[in-house]
């Protein structure tokens, strides 16, 4: 057997054996994030391999405590963000998988509730005939609108991840700076985390046999940038920034604005702060 076969037979050995811990595991895990796991799942879970935090040249992630604006009022649904996050964190280019998305709420004259859809709807990606490029169909020439807006949506990396908690093999964790990452090297794609997400934050990638999901672009914010999505933003829609520092853009924003964050009822305190959107946004 050569050396390359000898790596692959080690590989398979290995996530073999995470598998089979994570089956073990996961009832336990499950619990944990229901908050009723029993002392002795709790500690298996905790006893469990975990994953290696990145070492960062210049980078001190104790340092900061990042966080994200979304301004509703000012998002007009270019999609621009969501093209720009598939490029930059190659995510698969089709029309259901996505790292951040936008979804469309519209009033019409006479309805109680909002009619919603997003990139992902059907007569939305007939509108552009590819899964590759986004737009939102013009569907609602033709009705009397009472109102409308745009609600970007990504992973709220909180403060208390359930999908870090229901990880049997601690490929997903949350780090000092408050952002959740994944090692792919550790997931072994049981897609708990997937499962546990009360927001839909994360997908399966049937090609690599892992989870994925939004880091707000980690690679780039450790080395001074912006999060791709809030690059390429034309109207300012999205705001991100260190909360340790008073002047950022994200202290700023929450600080003159009365923000609110999706699902507070779940316990897992967001971190992504929003402005512009109503009560059937969740």
Known sequence: MDEKDQREKHESDRREFLTCLGSALAGGAVAV????AAPEAVAATEGAAKATPPAIPGYDWTEHRWAFGVD???????LRCVEAC???????????????WVERYVYLEGDEHAHIDSQQDPVNIAATGSEEHFRFADRYRDEKVEK?????KLCNQCTHPACV?????????????????????????????????PYGARYFNEEEGVSDKCTWCYHRITKGLQPACVEVCPVGARIFGDRNDKDSPVSQFIRENRVQVLRPESGNAPNVFYVGIDKEVN
């Open 165 to 197: 908690q229901v990880c049997p093999v601690g490929a997903t964790y949350k780090a000092e700076d408050g952002v959740v990452l994944i090692d792919h090297d550790y997931c072994i794609g049981c897609r708990y985390c997937v499962q546990a997400c």
């Open 33 to 36: 994030a229901a908050g009723s």
């Open 86 to 100: 598939k490029i930059e964190n190659n995510v698969p280019k089709n029309a259901h998988q996505f790292r951040t």
């Open 148 to 152: 409308a807006f745009f609600v970007p």
């Open 72 to 78: 509703a009022e000012q998002c007009i649904g270019c």
